[in-house]
């Protein structure tokens, strides 16, 4: 069994930062790539960046040069440093990611966090 457990949103202005964090806990070996998503009001589910076991990174085109997704491999934690902040960012943010467990790979999601961005 595997959890995730994302925190860090909240209320923020436009052009303001929040720092995201999700920690996994459970039977885990090893854990490989970790990803954050968010969901909109409204809309579908999107990809937001991802980040492989070896530190290599992708974003989306619409929050590049704007958000750093980074990891802790040691805490089992993945954070997501969003800056410059813009109210269409306003989304349910979820983590997500590909847990080596009791042999077999499963990928587990976290419940999500709130993020609002408005003056």
């Known amino acids: 069994q595997v959890q995730l457990v994302e925190s860090g949103g909240g209320l923020v202005q436009p052009g303001g930062s929040l720092r995201l964090s999700c920690a996994a806990s459970?039977?885990?070996?090893?854990?490989?790539?970790m990803r954050w998503y968010r969901q909109p009001p409204g809309k579908e589910r999107e990809l937001v960046a991802v980040?492989?076991?070896?530190?290599?990174?992708d974003y989306s085109y619409s929050v590049k040069d704007r958000f750093t997704i980074s990891r802790d491999n040691a805490k089992y934690t993945v954070y997501l440093q969003m800056n410059s902040l813009k109210p269409e960012d306003t989304a349910v943010y979820y983590c997500?990611?590909?847990?080596?467990?009791?042999?077999?790979?499963?990928?587990?999601w976290g419940q999500g966090t709130q993020v609002t961005v408005s003056s």
């Open positions: 997500n990611a590909d847990v080596i467990s009791r042999g077999s790979q499963i990928r587990s």
């Open positions: 459970g039977s885990i070996f090893r854990i490989n790539h």
């Open positions: 980040i492989t076991s070896g530190g290599s990174t």
